[in-house]
T-cell receptor, first 114, second 114 residues
Framework: AQSVTQLGSHVSVSEGALVLLRCNYS??????LFWYVQYPNQGLQLLLK??????LVKGINGFEAEFKKSETSFHLTKPSAHMSDAAEYFC????????????FGTGTSLTVIP | GAGVSQSPSNKVTEKGKDVELRCDPI?????LYWYRQSLGQGLEFLIY????????KSGLPSDRFSAERTGGSVSTLTIQRTQQEDSAVYLC????????????FGQGTRLTVV
């Protein structure tokens, strides 16, 4: 069965510091992986996705994530946090076995300290 | 339309009443999902429609919840005899057919049961 684990339900970083949000997945076949961001009172917006091309994926707003098969991880990073990055972040996994079904992690709330 | 549209954006209802939540997916998207997000919680999968296949209803929390999708497009989520624990944001998403493309989310319907 597919699943996603996001370590750390709350992460705080200082403005300008590195952002690292962790995501580990389980999947019996090559996965497709996604990071979504949710700003207050809004729906989810796609940040980036991995679909078996380059393992380092660049997304919007300066975020990137690296697919590491050996570690079953897809951690989200940004070199320098901005106040506007404060939001909820969700990792999701899908694969052909699930027929396009998406499985979401429980989310990580990012706080940026000025 | 340009994006996934959900209506109403907010709904306040009395305990015991029935409610209907509507989702208009992106035109041409064959997959449609409903999720529930309670305050400070992650995404809870409710139901998934894929084309003309039987929907995956495995996430519906009780028989008070039902959903249909007419003509492969618009979907309605119905909650009968609402309870206070049904209060949450209900998110709808759609995606293209199998091939693992990202899900596009609507802004959600905030349901409050008083």
């Amino acid at each position: 069965a597919q699943s996603v684990t996001q370590l750390g339900s709350h992460v705080s970083v200082s403005e300008g510091a590195l952002v690292l949000l962790r995501c580990n997945y389980s999947s019996s076949v090559p996965p497709y992986l996604f990071w979504y961001v949710q700003y207050p009172n809004q729906g989810l917006q796609l940040l980036l996705k991995y679909t078996s091309a380059a393992t380092l994926v660049k997304g919007i707003n300066g975020f990137e994530a690296e697919f590491k098969k050996s570690e079953t991880s897809f951690h989200l990073t940004k070199p320098s946090a901005h106040m506007s990055d404060a939001a909820e972040y969700f990792c999701a996994v899908s694969d052909l076995n699930t027929g396009n079904q998406f499985y979401f992690g429980t989310g990580t709330s990012l706080t940026v300290i000025p | 339309g340009a994006g996934v549209s959900q209506s109403p954006s907010n709904k306040v209802t009395e305990k015991g009443k029935d409610v209907e939540l509507r989702c208009d997916p992106i035109s041409g998207h064959t997959a449609l999902y409903w999720y529930r997000q309670s305050l400070g919680q992650g995404l809870e999968f409710l139901i998934y429609f894929q084309g003309n296949s039987a929907p995956d209803k495995s996430g519906l929390p009780s028989d008070r919840f039902s959903a249909e999708r007419t003509g492969g497009s618009v979907s309605t989520l119905t909650i009968q005899r609402t309870q206070q624990e049904d209060s949450a944001v209900y998110l709808c998403a759609s995606s293209q057919n199998q091939g693992i493309t990202e899900a596009f989310f609507g802004q959600g319907t905030r349901l409050t049961v008083v």
